[in-house]
């Protein structure tokens, strides 16, 4: 009856389970915890599991609030005691799952460098993540006018005009690859609008 008593009275609680990219800091909430008759709490926490290799720590393992930073992949069982300064609680567990750190996309097609006014041109985009199953997106930071390209799939689509091209026959055209954690990858390059063959300007005979 003793520890039913205690159970009820003390109530530990380490938070919800977390998944986090190696790098991050973990915060810790071991706050829910309760002493149902009132009183205050001190908390002791300890890591009871964790990857091979690792020497991580808790900052401060007396905190409502720890923090840990993991320096391994893996997973972390960390448990959590509260007390009223004479009987403590059951142990609550919490496991922290951390993975490998995000990786950036990376655009690897080589682009189409030429386009002629009035002649559709398309440009696929191709992009890579190491991270298995990332959700990529493709947006195009400098185009022309009435350049598009799917946001999804990456295809470029544009149909010069002789206005674009009497504008400039050199533009600078930037597409951005973003993965769902934000990191990113740019390509930069130079494409250039040329007219139809028998509209080609006339040429200085001087």
Known sequence: RGSGCI??????DAGVPQTVPLGNTVQLDGSSSRNRAGGGLTYRWIIVDRPVGSAAALDDTASPTPRLIPD??????????VSDGVRSSLPSIVVVRVTPPNSAPTIFSVPLVNATVGQ??????????????DVLTYVLLAGLPGMTIDASTGLIRYL???EDYELGSVRSIT???QDRAGATGLQNFLLTLSLPLGNQPPRSTT
Not at 7 to 12: N, P, Q, S
Not at 120 to 133: K, S
């Open 120 to 133: 559709l041109y398309e440009y696929q985009v191709l992009a890579i993540d190491r991270d298995a199953g």
């Open 175 to 177: 597409i951005r690859v």
């Open 7 to 12: 159970a009820e009275r003390l109530v530990a």
């Open 160 to 162: 010069p005009s002789r």
């Open 72 to 81: 391994a992949v893996g997973n972390y069982t960390i448990q959590l005691v």
